[in-house]
């Protein structure tokens, strides 16, 4: 069915006006402006469960883990920089999969940052010290 | 220069770290007042605003590589010194990046439908007011290029731009732009953060200028780079936006 006008067949697609007569009747809709957009689900609720604690607790024995076993040896160094983008995709993997053991990573990882940062009130450290660091 | 602020029992309290730790709280309130002015249930502001911390000082110290080069990787990067306070914290446009794209998911992982960012961006402007005295009272970067101006500070060596002043400076009169913009149609689901984001954006690329920051491509520094790199991102964001909003007009107009 064509459902365009004879009479703009020669206008771009964008331009041309639909030829109504041939058309199915419309259901009246709502007034623009008044269009109701599709329901999305409530955010999950979040809260303190086992597997928070879990996640908080594992990420701080894991972490110390790796961290006493190759201490003090040349392997730290790498396993140092293997760990920062294992952590953040463990975080953002266990947030999708298992929302609450991510968070209490989360948490972990941001309870030590804190620290480090009330800790550094006492450290003439600024923006860009790595550079005086050897 | 004042590098320490005052002494508690004789242990030295440094104003880099007093004002860093001071523009986190001063965030965060800002952040709880503007959630609760908005009705944001704290089940979202919490894990988000977690999440934007955690990023913030990820994104923060690994955007230093960037910045100031491959030879600091391996401080930046090693995972047991990102909680040695010695290092710093690094860069606030890095800090700025990871915060948004650890809020995005955050936000995205608890199941949030749209934006609940723009209570984000009048609370990093002021964070970054407070930010910027302990920058400047610690003698960061010795604080910007050698001046004449009146307003000269010297640094031990020389008159220099107090740089970190004028971001100061900046950010307060964004912030009051910002908070009287919080209500505008426009600026909603997300747009404020942006509008805040693109403005200090502009900003930082002529600010740094004046500073001592090193030169990594075409006379330009790496704050630079991400800069304009920042605004081709948002100018591509609106221009898609902008044809999407065109073509369902015209959808709509055919159909009518």
Not at chain 1, 52 to 79: D, K, N, R
Not at chain 2, 16 to 34: D, K, M, R, T
Request: with cysteine.
């Amino acid at each position: 069915m064509d459902t365009h006008n004879p009479d703009d067949q020669d206008r771009p697609f964008e331009e041309q006006t639909p030829n109504l007569s041939d058309m199915a009747p419309e259901e009246p809709g709502p007034p623009p402006g008044d269009e109701v957009l599709e329901a999305s689900p409530p955010p999950r609720k979040f809260k303190l469960s086992w597997n928070f604690v879990a996640g908080f607790l594992a990420w701080y024995l894991v972490t110390t883990l790796i961290y006493l076993s190759v201490s003090g040896q040349e392997i730290l160094i790498i396993c140092s920089g293997l760990l920062f983008p294992v952590n953040v995709v463990a975080l953002v993997v266990f947030l999708k999969k298992t929302p609450d053991v991510g968070w209490g990573m989360l948490s972990a990882l941001g309870l030590n940052l804190l620290i480090s940062l009330v800790r550094g009130l006492s450290t003439n450290a600024f923006c860009f010290i790595p550079f005086y660091i050897k | 220069m004042y590098p320490v602020l005052f002494e508690i029992n004789g242990v030295p309290i440094y104003a880099h770290g007093f004002f860093l730790n001071l523009a986190l709280l001063v965030c965060l309130l800002v952040i709880i007042s503007e959630g609760r002015r908005r009705r944001w249930p704290k089940e979202e502001i919490i894990p988000i605003t977690l999440a934007a911390f955690v990023g913030g000082m990820l994104g923060a110290r690994v955007s230093i590589v960037f910045f100031n080069g491959w030879e600091t990787a391996p401080v930046v990067l090693d995972f047991y010194r990102l909680f040695d306070p010695r290092i710093g914290p690094g860069s606030i446009l890095g800090g700025v990046a990871g915060a948004y794209l650890a809020g995005f998911i955050a936000s995205r992982a608890i199941g949030k439908a749209g934006c609940a960012c723009d209570a984000f961006a009048p609370a990093m402007a002021l964070a970054m007011v407070v930010g910027r005295i302990g920058c400047f009272l610690s003698g960061e970067d010795g604080l910007g290029k050698p001046t004449a101006l009146p307003w000269g500070v010297w640094n031990g060596s020389y008159l220099a731009h107090p740089a970190p002043l004028y971001d100061a400076a900046f950010n307060l009169t964004w912030f009051g732009a910002l908070v009287a913009l919080r209500n505008h149609p426009k600026l909603q689901n997300g747009n404020l953060l942006k509008f805040g984001l693109g403005g200090y954006a502009v900003f930082r690329f002529f600010v740094e200028f004046l500073r001592n920051n090193r030169l990594v491509l075409w006379g330009l520094t790496g704050q630079q780079l991400a800069c304009v790199l920042l605004l081709l991102a948002l100018a591509v964001y609106y221009g898609w936006q902008f044809s999407s909003v065109r073509l369902l007009e015209k959808r709509k107009l055919v159909r009518s």
